[in-house]
């Protein structure tokens, strides 16, 4: 293992080659969220701290320049863990409850905002997730340079577009 990054209750661990992830998941009792990338070139082990309860998830990725990112709902017992195009909404309660999303594009950050929602910045685009990851609202765009929140919006601004989107229904304003 080479890098090793903390959050307040989880860590995220990269492994060197797919069969060190196998050998660890199978001594950690992990839970594999995917196995099936194309051009897979990174491995991670993601423990989460839960209740004194320790969740040790698998994760193959395509390596495409964007770390996985974990965010934790803690009051929801849920964390949503993303890597590439794939967003996994995990139900802590039940290590089998996972719901897997797939976006268009590569997924940037995730954040947890208003009401319960999930907020999924992608390189074209933002959605917002219900828990149960069910689309609320989309919005496509050019390539997201960079993004800043404001009191209930997100401004994106691609290359030559800054557009304001309502975090309630994903209208511009």
Request: charged residues 25%.
């Amino acid at each position: 293992m080479f890098r090793n990054r903390l959050g307040s209750n989880y860590k995220i661990l990269e492994v060197d080659s797919r069969s060190e992830l196998m050998k660890l998941c199978k001594e950690t009792q992990a839970t594999i969220l995917d196995l099936d990338i194309e051009g897979e070139r990174a491995y991670y082990l993601i423990e989460v701290q839960y209740h004194n309860i320790e969740r040790v998830y698998g994760l193959v990725s395509g390596g495409h320049g964007t770390q996985p990112t974990v965010t934790e709902i803690e009051e929801q017992e849920k964390v949503v863990i993303s890597s590439d195009n794939f967003v996994y909404i995990i139900d802590l309660n039940s290590q089998g409850s996972i719901k897997r999303i797939v976006c268009e594009s590569l997924v940037y950050d995730i954040f947890f905002v208003q009401n319960n929602l999930v907020l999924v910045v992608c390189e074209l685009g933002a959605r917002c997730l219900s828990l149960n990851g069910s689309q609320i609202w989309r919005y496509d765009c050019d390539v997201i340079i960079d993004y800043t929140f404001h009191d209930r919006c997100i401004e994106i601004i691609t290359e030559n577009v800054r557009t304001m989107i309502s975090l309630k229904d994903g209208s511009k304003i």
